[in-house]
Each structure stands twice: as structure tokens, then as C-alpha cells.
């Protein structure tokens, strides 16, 4: 079946720098990949998505490219701030519609 | 927009009990509605499926009877906890999903927090 994995948290920068989440999948056909960020006490917010191989998803400055022939949708950020701490989650959705989520990486940016 | 609301955003109810959760679609009509369901710094869970009208898909191991599911309008999805013990306390966030003109992306409540005690 079709699975995402992410890298374990918790993330811990400091502001200004440089983010990586990475973010593999495994799937059947050609899913559409999603980044989500969940912030405390909150639901999911979509963040960013892509639909096909080689597309770049972008949004506040976080952008993750769609990369088929490694499978991964790695988010990446250049200068993070402390309202960035949150946790992301990395999906796929597959042609059933439904979403596969990840584990989560919880971001804490310092000052 | 794709404005997804529920109510309560918390609640607290004593074991043996049951609590109603609602999530509705503001500004759209919503096909279908998920159910998912969070443990403390875990992901989300896909608890069930439910398309207007029609009984909700559940996925393994969630239990049926335990965790009834109404979706009685393109607007609005009903989530019952039936005799709530405290294992049952977690945060519940439920999506919804347009489905017209080929629109499949998931629009997230807020989620709901139910402390059983």
C-alpha cells in the first residue's frame, strides 16, 4: 500500500535558518503530494502541493519540488522565523482520493 | 474559500457518556467527509469515510458501533462517541471534500479535543 515517511522530529533551528524536512513516499501510479502544517491546538492547513513529476510546490516561502525518480517532496525553507514552529506533515493522495499522511516533524525556531 | 468549522473545539465528558461532534462545510457543499483521529504528537489516523446520504466507510479496526458517523447533508457530518471511556480521549479533526468540477483537495476543521474522564 502506499506510505509516506518523513523525518522524526523534533527540528530545532534558529531563526534565520535554513530548513529541510525530508519527505519519501511509495506509491502505485502517479500520486499529487502535499505538504500540511498543523499549528498547537489547530487543524491541518494545506501549505503546498504538486501534481506531477518535476512540479514545484510553493507557498510563504517554503517550496518542495516533486522528485519521482528519488520518490521524495523534501520541504525546504531559507530563512525560518519563530511563527514557522509548527508541525508538518508530508502526504500523498493516490487515485482512491484518500490521503496518506506521514508521521510529522515538529519545527521549534528559536529567536 | 473552503471554510470547514466544527463544534465543540473541546469538550470534557465523564465515562459512559456519549459526545456529539459536528463538522460542517461553510461556504460549499461537501461530497464527501473524513474522519480522522490524532494521538498526542502523532499523525493523523483515518477513522472513516462518509458520503452524503449514505452509511460510512470505516477503516479497520475502528469499530463501527462504538463511533457512529451521520453525514446527513452535503453540509454537515456528525461524529458520536458512544459510552466514551477515557482511551477515547484524543483530538478529532475532520475534512471535507467538494468532489464538483473534479476538486478532490481535503479541507481541514479545526479539530476537536474530547477528554473522557
Known amino acids: 500500500g502506499d506510505s509516506v515517511t518523513q523525518m522524526e522530529g523534533p527540528v530545532t533551528l534558529s531563526e534565520e535558518a535554513f530548513l529541510t524536512i525530508n519527505c519519501t513516499y511509495t506509491?502505485?501510479?502517479?500520486?499529487?503530494l502535499f505538504w500540511y502544517v498543523q499549528y498547537p491546538g489547530e487543524g491541518l492547513q494545506l501549505l503546498l502541493k504538486?501534481?506531477?513529476?518535476?512540479d514545484k510546490g510553493s507557498n510563504k516561502g517554503f517550496e518542495a519540488t516533486y522528485r519521482k525518480e528519488t520518490t521524495s517532496f523534501h520541504l525546504e525553507k531559507g530563512s525560518v522565523q519563530v511563527s514557522d514552529s509548527a508541525v508538518y506533515f508530508c502526504a500523498l493522495r493516490n487515485a482512491g482520493n484518500m490521503l496518506t499522511f506521514g508521521g510529522g516533524t515538529r519545527l521549534m525556531v528559536k529567536p | 474559500g473552503a471554510v470547514v468549522s466544527q463544534h465543540p473545539s473541546w469538550v470534557i465528558c465523564k465515562s459512559g457518556t456519549s459526545v456529539k461532534i459536528e463538522c460542517r462545510s461553510l461556504?460549499?457543499?461537501?461530497?464527501?467527509m473524513f474522519w480522522y483521529r490524532q494521538f498526542p504528537k502523532q499523525s493523523l489516523m483515518l477513522m472513516a469515510t462518509s458520503n452524503e446520504g449514505s452509511k460510512a466507510t470505516y477503516e479497520q479496526g475502528v469499530e463501527k458501533d462504538k463511533f457512529l458517523i451521520n453525514h446527513a447533508s452535503l453540509t454537515l457530518s456528525t461524529l458520536t462517541v458512544t459510552s466514551a471511556h477515557p482511551e477515547d480521549s484524543s483530538f478529532y479533526i475532520c475534512?471535507?471534500?467538494?468532489?464538483?468540477?473534479?476538486?478532490?483537495?481535503?479541507?481541514f476543521g479545526p479539530g476537536t479535543r474530547l477528554t473522557v474522564t
Open positions: 475534512s471535507a471534500q467538494k468532489g464538483a468540477s473534479g476538486d478532490y483537495e481535503q479541507y
Open positions: 461556504d460549499f457543499q461537501a461530497t464527501t
Open positions: 504538486a501534481t506531477k513529476a518535476d
Open positions: 506509491a502505485t501510479g502517479y500520486p499529487s
